[in-house]
Antibody
């Protein structure tokens, strides 16, 4: 069974940093591109970032470019999101998701999400 | 960036109704269009990918169509468990933008 489990969320002050993790199991993690998506309270889904299977190519939304860094450790089956210079508007539930791959480029499995609150 | 616009933003319907949600891209995205359902407090789940491919396990009352810039999600006969928020997403080019969502409520 495919599972994605996020961790690392919590309360952080504006300007602070946080690293989210996404532990993957039930599939060959190193073969799949992975994404981060967030959702502010009561708002819609916002795509944030994507890394390819060997972490050699990454993409970011403008809203987080230069502040957030996506990475992965295929030996540990884990995806990361390093978040720096956090702002109040970064408060959201953060989801990791797997990209289906060759037969489709949707996000076919999602984690349960981890809440990040940026507040003083 | 490609903008995705869904309509309507909200919709009231009854069990058994046929419902259509539309999604328009600001430029052609071929068939790189996906539909997700999200229920309160839960992660989104994919319903339709590549514009018209039904995700395994999703009931056949859900269908998707379109290509280029205009897409539709149709629910042929609403069931109680279908009341949720629906999002389209383009996977044509980064940033892989979502529509603003359509909240489907019980009439």
């Amino acid at each position: 069974e495919v599972q994605l489990v996020e961790s690392g969320g919590g309360l952080v002050q504006p300007g602070g940093s946080l690293r989210l993790s996404c532990a993957a199991s039930g599939f060959t993690f190193s073969s799949y591109w992975m994404h981060w998506v967030r959702q502010a309270p009561g708002k819609g889904l916002v795509w944030l970032s994507r890394t390819n299977s060997d972490d050699s190519s990454t993409k970011y939304a403008d809203s987080v470019k230069g502040r957030f860094t996506i990475s992965r450790d295929n030996a540990k089956n884990t995806l990361y999101l390093q978040m720096n210079s956090l702002r109040a508007e970064d408060t959201a539930v953060y989801y990791c998701a797997r990209e289906r791959g060759y037969s489709g480029y949707d996000l076919d499995y999602w984690g349960q999400g981890t809440l990040v609150t940026v507040s003083s | 960036d490609i903008q995705m616009t869904q309509s309507p933003s909200s919709l009231s319907a009854s069990v058994g109704d046929r419902v259509t949600i539309t999604c328009r891209a600001s430029q052609s995205i071929s068939s790189y269009l996906n539909w997700y359902q999200q229920k309160p407090g839960k992660a989104p789940q994919v319903l339709i990918y590549a514009a018209s491919s039904l995700q395994s396990g999703v009931p056949s009352r859900f269908s998707g169509s379109g290509s280029g810039t205009d897409f539709t999600l149709t629910i042929s006969s609403l069931q109680p468990e279908d009341f949720a928020t629906y999002y389209c997403q383009q996977s044509y080019s980064s940033p892989y933008t979502f529509g603003q969502g359509t909240k489907l409520e019980i009439k």
